[in-house]
């Protein structure tokens, strides 16, 4: 069976490699398969002095992909925690209660705002 050629490009990006590997300070730069097999730390590529794209091993591509997955299902357990503690807790309160106590709190809330308003805070 015949290998598959892969197509070498000319990149119209400077190269710019975390401080554990040398910096390549070309205009234009043409990354080779071999330079990316090898390379060891993520490479910068960046157009007109500003990062554009990184270039990673596939594998810590997975890796990190795989994490986002796992941080968004741990938030997920954590609010449904979250929530059934909440749930716990006011079910000793009637629907009305509840009611009365959100319309309360969202009047001070805006109370608070309009005073900020008038007084000129910038942190609204």
């Excluded at 554009?52 to 986002?68: F, N, P």
């Excluded at 509840?98 to 609204?124: C, F, N, Q, S, Y």
């Amino acid at each position: 069976m015949k290998a598959k050629r892969v197509k070498e490009s000319r990149a119209v990006y400077r190269a710019k490699r975390k401080p554990s590997s040398p910096r390549v300070s070309k205009a234009n730069i043409s990354l080779r398969w071999a330079e990316l097999e090898s390379a060891t730390a993520p490479i910068i590529l960046e157009k007109d002095g500003k990062p554009t794209a990184v270039v990673i091993r596939y594998e810590e591509y997975e890796r990190s992909t795989l994490s986002q997955v796992e941080r968004k299902q741990v938030a997920w357990r954590e609010m449904e925690k979250l929530l059934a503690q909440v749930h716990a807790h006011t079910q000793k309160f009637s629907d009305d209660e509840i009611e009365a106590d959100i319309t309360m709190a969202r009047g001070e809330v805006r109370e608070a705002h309009r005073l900020r308003r008038i007084k000129g805070d910038p942190k609204l």
